[in-house]
């Protein structure tokens, strides 16, 4: 079946940087664009950004234009999010997604990351 395991989050500080990662399985990874949604306690997913099935074409939601950077490695099947110049307002938890004509057709557990001093 399909698996998306998000990985790396963890506590950082502003101004920190995290690089947290999703590895799939179960599907032919090439095939997809993948994304980053988040979600923070209390609100709604968010997206973050997205990757094409090559890793040549990247987009980001404004909040973390120039701050994150969204990257793949087909061999390692790995999706990964480096997430630099955190702050408080990024803290929530971070989903890697598969997507398929513009949707989300699967979802990964999530990986939290909380940015405080």
């Known amino acids: 079946e399909v698996q998306l395991v998000e990985s790396g989050g963890g506590l950082v500080q502003p101004g920190g940087s995290l690089r947290i990662s999703c590895a799939a399985s179960?599907?032919?990874?090439?095939?997809?664009?993948m994304a980053w949604v988040r979600q923070a306690p209390g609100k709604g997913p968010e997206w973050v950004s997205m990757?094409?099935?090559?890793?040549?074409?990247?987009s980001y939601a404004d909040p973390v234009e120039g701050r994150f950077t969204i990257s793949r490695d087909n061999a390692k099947t790995t999706v990964y999010l480096q997430l630099d110049s955190l702050k408080p307002e990024d803290t929530a938890l971070y989903y890697c997604?598969?997507?398929?004509?513009?949707?989300?057709?699967?979802w990964g557990q999530g990986t939290q990351v909380t940015v405080s001093s």
């Open positions: 179960g599907f032919t990874f090439s095939r997809y664009d």
């Open positions: 990757v094409s099935t090559d890793g040549g074409t990247t």
């Open positions: 997604a598969r997507m398929r004509l513009f949707e989300y057709d699967y």
